[in-house]
């Protein structure tokens, strides 16, 4: 993707696309599918020659996955996850690396949830499976 259309998504998604939202988005949707902290995309991103701070980078990326750019993964206590693979999967959060992979919906099959609150709707699943070495 060029810098033209990834300015173009954000605006699209309602995002003003300014010059290190455009170097964020351009590092993070232009690829492979990951699962990024925000402590690793300063790093990736000061390496690459952009300057800003953690705090900028933490708040772009919860901007891009409240828009839907990005999903945000939780895992217990420890830092929160950007996932660029928004579409329905699941994950395995490997403990001793601290790391996350795919596992792809069709890998497991969720057979029912006895009662859901007749106020709510399901909007959506997060299955994360922790294994260790």
């Known amino acids: ?3 033209n259309t990834i300015a173009e998504k954000l605006v699209t998604a309602g995002i003003k ?3 290190i939202r455009v170097a964020l ?3 993070l949707l232009s690829g ?3 699962h990024v902290t925000a402590d690793s995309v300063v790093s990736i991103a000061r390496q690459k020659g952009i300057r800003t701070s953690v705090a900028s980078v933490y708040n772009t ?3 891009f996955a409240d828009c839907g750019l990005l999903k945000r993964i939780i895992v217990d ?3 929160i996850f950007f996932d660029t693979n928004t579409d ?3 994950h395995v959060y490997h403990e001793n690396s601290g790391t996350l992979t795919d596992l792809p919906a069709e890998t497991l099959q969720i057979t029912g949830i006895d009662e859901i609150p007749r106020t709510g709707t399901i909007t959506g699943v997060d299955v994360i499976i922790r294994v260790s070495a």
Do not use: I, V, W
């Open 77 to 79: 206590h420890g830092p």
């Open 17 to 19: 696309p300014t010059r």
């Open 88 to 90: 329905n999967h699941y």
């Open 1 to 3: 993707m060029t810098k």
């Open 25 to 27: 988005a351009t590092m």
């Open 32 to 34: 492979k599918d990951q």
């Open 61 to 63: 990326l919860n901007q």
